[in-house]
């Protein structure tokens, strides 16, 4: 199988990124040469705090794209800063693997073809789909959450995600950014990390 993800991972975070480098980018300053890859650092930072969560940085820029990024959250040791991820990335793109992070080389409709048959429901999250607030049930159970990063994803990669039976769930009408997404998806899953229960 392309990736193996244990049963106990219950939300997989697919960000789609048309601009992220698949290599090649300088570490200092890191951000425009790296076609926002630290957009991918910083959800990567977010999803490594919760075990249960699983993560896929879907990478369409230059020179060799697609690569996807598959971070085993459960065997992160901690990422402490950005710069920390990025390095890790660098590292894995470099050598195919390094630390948690696996680097696949895999078109996009295979991908989501595999996280289907893992027994993921498909969640496409945009401004204009359902409130997920008014009905949290749509990001409950065993599901992918597929989303862009500093800008929306292509209309060819929802168009797959959607004949996968996608949902297409809401975080509200204005655009956030892609890890503060993450941060609502999970709160909405489990009330505990806001703070809303004891």
């Given amino acids: 199988m392309l990736i193996s993800i244990p049963s ?65 959250t459960w065997e992160c040791p901690g990422f402490r800063s950005e710069r920390h991820v990025m390095v890790e990335i660098a590292r894995a793109l470099a050598r195919s693997s390094s630390g948690c992070i696996e680097v696949l080389d895999v078109d996009f409709e295979r991908l989501v073809h595999v996280v289907s048959e893992s027994g993921f429901r498909a969640v496409l999250l945009r401004e204009d789909g359902v409130n997920a607030f008014r009905n949290p049930d749509l990001v409950g159970g065993r599901a992918a959450f597929y989303l862009g990063s500093q800008i929306d994803m292509p209309s060819w990669a929802e168009d797959v995600v959607r004949r996968y039976g996608a949902v297409t769930v809401s975080l509200g009408p204005l655009s956030v950014h892609s890890e503060h997404a993450i941060i609502a998806v999970l709160s909405l899953r489990d009330p505990s990390i806001a703070g809303t229960t004891a």
């Fill in 8 to 72: 106990f991972v219950d939300s997989l975070f697919v960000v789609v990124s048309p601009t992220a480098a698949t290599g090649g980018f300088r570490l200092k300053g890191y951000a425009g040469s790296s076609g926002r890859l630290d957009v991918i650092a910083r959800c990567m930072m977010v999803v490594q705090l919760y075990p249960s969560s699983g993560f896929l940085g879907v990478l369409l820029g230059p020179p060799n794209p697609p690569k996807v990024l598959y971070m085993k």
